[in-house]
């Protein structure tokens, strides 16, 4: 099991904050855990009691509507902390979260959290700033949902994942995401995704192969994106 101050990943989030030996007594306490594609990390209404720090993977965080459907709310990759909020604030989750490959993830016990957060105030700061973050973007999928056309969601999606996500070596997205997935990000039926998927590739803004997804044109997205 990897130790916490040696570990690359904490350099990508909150816990850079910490000292070493606040990270070595967290070392001792965290269990480390493979999660398969498709498993269920949390499900919505479970008690989180702690944080999952993404070592390696990606999970998608969604929500289910009234009448039964997930709507993706953001992906979790590599680096990234999830669980804060309910940590916080002392409530169960309203979210789910599904590993959409294979993840390694460390699960850091509440009661460790919640001793930094009073005695380290740079690492409280930090978690306050994500947690800002993470609602402001919260508020532009709203806006976005109200005001932008379909089209429009799935054009700033696939600038989204081009720009968080890496390439593999052919050029694809180095993520994979269902048809469903990404009707389910942008607030479509699966049916309507495909549709336009297959006429960005036609306007030469993608190419698709299988389950791939290739960006070929970044300024032309952007404009649609932006309803231009």
Known sequence: ??????????QLNSLKELSKDELI???ECKTSTLIKRGDVLFDEGEHI?????IRDGVCKVSKMSANGKDQIIKLIKKGDLIGERSLISNETSNLKAVALNDME?????????MKDLR???NFTMSILNDLAAALKQSDNVVVDMAQKTVKQRLAETLLHLNKNFDTKENGALDIQLSREDLANIIGTATESAIRLLSGFKKEKLIDL???EIFILDIVKLKNLSEGF
Do not use: A, L, T
Request: glycine content about 6%.
């Open 1 to 10: 099991m990897s130790k916490c101050d040696q570990c690359i990943v904490r």
């Open 25 to 27: 007594r967290i070392s």
């Open 209 to 211: 192969k299988g389950k």
């Open 119 to 121: 005695q380290n105030s």
């Open 49 to 53: 009691n702690g944080v999952f720090c």
């Open 105 to 113: 993830v460390c699960f850091i016990p509440k009661e460790e959290i």
